[in-house]
T-cell receptor
Framework: AQTVTQSQPEMSVQEAETVTLSCTYD???????LFWYKQPPSRQMILVIR??????QNATENRFSVNFQKAAKSFSLKISDSQLGDAAMYFC????????????FGTGTLLAVQP | DTEVTQTPKHLVMGMTNKKSLKCEQH?????MYWYKQKAKKPPELMFV???????INESVPSRFSPECPNSSLLNLHLHALQPEDSALYLC????????????????FGDGTRLSIL
């Protein structure tokens, strides 16, 4: 079965500090794509970063970077220099290959940023 | 500004009403999606349209009826809903499922907050 698991329901970080959100996944396919989405209270789901399984280099977008460990099926998100605007629910998601093309979501991590 | 526009933003309706949710995108995407999201939960896929044809129906009750009039528009017709259908309904779009389409992310709208009285 294809699954995405986030084991941290809630996290907290001080402003300007670094925080890492964990995500693991399971698939038997070799070609798949992973995403992190942010959903603030304003409710729009915003793409933060994406990673293609065949790329060994970890994706980076400004203060956001991933640690993609393909063998361990791990895809964590690191937020550097945390800002108050980073407070949101973060969902890890994957298109994990095969015929379905569905986007499979983890259960989410609620991130609080303390001033 | 979101590139996927959903209307209305809020909707309150009785269990006997008929209403419709609308979604529009102008990014040339050929796949469009409806999701249902409860508070502090991930979105649950309801329907997928690919090239204006329904390709996935996740066993959604018939009181929800999707429609894709053209490649830019997606509707969700609602009739005889139940209180447990109260949720945030999200529309999303992405490039088609042809080669290379799977690597592209889905772009989400702001959602419609639906309350059933």
């Amino acid at each position: 079965a294809q699954t995405v698991t986030q084991s941290q329901p809630e996290m907290s970080v001080q402003e300007a500090e670094t925080v890492t959100l964990s995500c693991t996944y399971d698939t038997s396919e070799s070609d798949y794509y992973l995403f992190w989405y942010k959903q603030p209270p304003s409710r729009q789901m915003i793409l933060v970063i994406r990673q293609e399984a065949y790329k060994q280099q970890n994706a980076t977008e400004n203060r956001f970077s991933v640690n993609f460990q393909k063998a361990a099926k791990s895809f964590s998100l690191k937020i550097s220099d945390s800002q108050l605007g980073d407070a949101a629910m973060y969902f890890c998601a994957g298109r994990l290959g095969g015929a379905t093309n569905k986007l499979i979501f983890g259960t989410g991590t609620l991130l609080a940023v303390q001033p | 500004d979101t590139e996927v526009t959903q209307t209305p933003k809020h909707l309150v309706m009785g269990m006997t009403n008929k209403k419709s949710l609308k979604c529009e995108q102008h990014m040339g995407h050929r796949a469009m999606y409806w999701y249902k999201q409860k508070a502090k939960k991930p979105p649950e896929l309801m329907f997928v349209y690919s090239y204006e044809k329904l390709s996935i129906n996740e066993s959604v009750p018939s009181r929800f009826s999707p429609e894709c009039p053209n490649s830019s528009l997606l509707n969700l017709h609602l009739h005889a809903l139940q209180p447990e259908d109260s949720a945030l309904y999200l529309c999303a779009s992405s490039q088609g499922f042809a080669v290379g389409g799977a690597r592209q992310p889905q772009h989400f709208g702001d959602g419609t907050r639906l309350s059933i009285l």
